[in-house]
């Protein structure tokens, strides 16, 4: 069973950065595409931004020119660098991978945005 381990920075401030990691535990068969949804309290969990094996990147609106998905297939591993941090991007931050039609999720992290 595919495990993604999440991690990184959890609390941040107005304005800086933060950067979060998710490992998947092995090489993702079929793997199509991987990144992060976040889900506010009282909110819908909303996709972040998703990268496909081959590079091709999509982000909310809300997030476009201060977010930035990666990934490094040798490592089965992907990245989230996020700029410019706002209030709003308070929530749980989840990772996700799907292949052969199967999500696999990582364990959430509460990420605050907080002066």
């Known amino acids: 069973q595919v495990q993604l381990v999440e991690s990184g920075g959890g609390l941040g401030k107005p304005g800086e950065s933060l950067r979060r990691s998710c490992a998947a535990s092995?090489?993702?068969?079929?793997?199509?595409?991987m990144g992060w949804y976040r889900q506010a309290p009282g909110k819908e969990r909303e996709l972040v931004a998703a990268i496909t094996s081959a590079g091709s990147t999509n982000y909310a609106d809300s997030v476009k020119g201060r977010f930035t998905i990666s990934r490094d297939n040798a490592k089965n591993t992907v990245y989230l660098q996020m700029n410019s941090l706002k209030p709003e991007d308070t929530a749980v931050y989840y990772c996700?991978?799907?292949?052969?039609?199967?999500?696999?999720w990582g364990q959430g992290t509460q990420v605050p945005v907080s002066s």
């Open positions: 996700y991978a799907y292949a052969s039609r199967t999500h696999y």
């Open positions: 092995e090489r993702i068969v079929n793997n199509k595409a």
